[in-house]
């Protein structure tokens, strides 16, 4: 059974930073783009952070570029989001999300994504 089980979320204060993780289990991803996704109250889910397989590329949502970081190790199965100068418009449920199909190029699109998270709550106390 394939799992993506989402940590590191928390209260934080404007300007702090937090870091989450997403270790994936039952099959590996080395080979598959993930990404980060949100989703704030009343408000659609959107996309905040891809990475290629191979970790080469990322790419980010206008709204976090140059605050947030991702990454992957893929010898833990493991990617991250390194989030940095946060504020309250960042408070939202972060979803790691998996591709299913190999090489394909990372999407925005979170239909593309097949493997999901539980989420991890993060806020941003101003």
């Known amino acids: 059974q394939v799992q993506l089980v989402e940590s590191g979320g928390g209260l934080v204060q404007a300007g702090g930073s937090l870091r989450l993780s997403c270790a994936a289990s039952g099959r590996t991803f080395s080979r598959n783009a993930m990404g980060w996704f949100r989703r704030a109250p009343g408000k659609e889910r959107e996309f905040v952070a891809g990475i290629r397989w191979s970790g080469d590329r990322t790419y980010y949502a206008d709204s976090v570029k140059g605050r947030f970081t991702i990454s992957r190790d893929n010898a833990k199965n493991t990617v991250y989001l390194q989030m940095d100068s946060l504020k309250s418009a960042d408070t939202a449920v972060y979803y790691c999300?998996?591709?299913?199909?190999?090489?394909?190029?990372?999407?925005?699109?979170?239909?593309?994504?097949?493997?999901w998270g539980q989420g991890t709550q993060v806020t941003v106390s101003s």
């Open positions: 999300a998996a591709d299913s199909q190999i090489f394909r190029p990372v999407t925005s699109t979170g239909a593309q994504y097949e493997y």
